[in-house]
């Protein structure tokens, strides 16, 4: 299992054989943003969601949970009160 979201892009992207490159030039992005958005040095954007899921043959609904639960757990998995404030915001969507 992957621990970040850099991680779980860089795993899907090596299992189709898919140069940085390629999917870069489809963010319309620099290979050396991407290769840091799967290290960890930066974030990806929500903007780049659906083209991750395309160009990677992923379900975009699969991506976005991705996305949401790593960056859930990296900015506030240390907060004591993390699922009563998951549980209450879920009561307003």
């Known amino acids: 299992m992957t621990n970040s ?4 892009l860089r795993e899907m992207r090596e299992q189709k054989g898919l140069p940085l490159r390629k999917i870069a030039a489809q963010l319309d992005v620099d290979t050396s943003i991407l290769s840091k958005i799967e290290r960890d040095e930066r974030n990806a954007t929500i903007e780049m969601l659906p083209i991750f899921s395309k160009v990677l043959e992923r379900n975009e ?4 949970i991705k996305f949401l639960e ?7 998995g240390e907060l004591t009160f ?3 404030g998951l549980n209450a915001i879920l009561k307003t969507l």
Do not use: M, R
């Open 5 to 8: 979201f850099g991680a779980y």
């Open 61 to 64: 609904k699969e991506v976005q």
């Open 70 to 76: 790593f960056s859930i757990t990296k900015n506030y």
């Open 82 to 84: 993390l699922k009563d």
